[in-house]
Nanobody, 119 residues
C-alpha cells in the first residue's frame, strides 16, 4: 500500500506561480515513476509531467517551458513548479506514482489538489 500526500494548490492570478508537492510513504522497494496529472471540469484526466528513474522527464506540450517537474529521492517526493500560469491551467491536480513491490509494480493516486488561475 502506498500513501500520497499532496500540497500546494490554491488560487493565483494569471501569470503567477505555484509549487505542488507530493510525498509517498508505505511499503515498497523503489519508485519507478512519479508524476502529475490534471483534470478540468468536463474533461478527461491528462498527464502534465512525469519523472522517471534517472531523472528523465516527460512534459505535456501545453505546459512545456512553464512547468518543471523534479523529485527528491531521499524524501520520496515529487514537485511541480508552475510558472506563467494561465486560466486554462485551472484543474484538480493529482499526484501519481508507480512503485516496485515484491509482486511487481503498483500504482497509486493522490487525493488531488485544486489549482485555480484567475484572469
Amino acid at each position: 500500500q502506498v500513501q500520497l500526500v499532496e500540497s500546494g494548490g490554491g488560487l493565483v492570478q494569471a501569470g503567477g506561480s505555484l509549487r505542488l508537492s507530493c510525498a509517498a510513504s508505505g511499503r515498497f522497494n523503489s519508485i519507478n515513476v512519479m508524476g502529475w496529472y490534471r483534470q478540468a471540469p468536463g474533461k478527461q484526466r491528462e498527464l502534465v509531467a512525469a519523472i522517471f528513474s534517472g531523472d528523465i522527464t516527460r512534459v505535456a506540450d501545453s505546459v512545456k517551458g512553464r512547468f518543471t517537474v523534479s523529485r527528491d529521492n531521499a524524501k520520496n517526493a515529487v514537485y511541480l513548479q508552475m510558472s506563467s500560469l494561465k486560466p486554462e491551467d485551472t484543474a484538480v491536480y493529482y499526484c501519481n506514482v508507480i512503485v516496485r513491490v515484491a509482486t511487481g509494480n503498483l500504482g497509486s493516486w493522490g487525493q488531488g489538489t485544486q489549482v485555480t488561475v484567475s484572469s
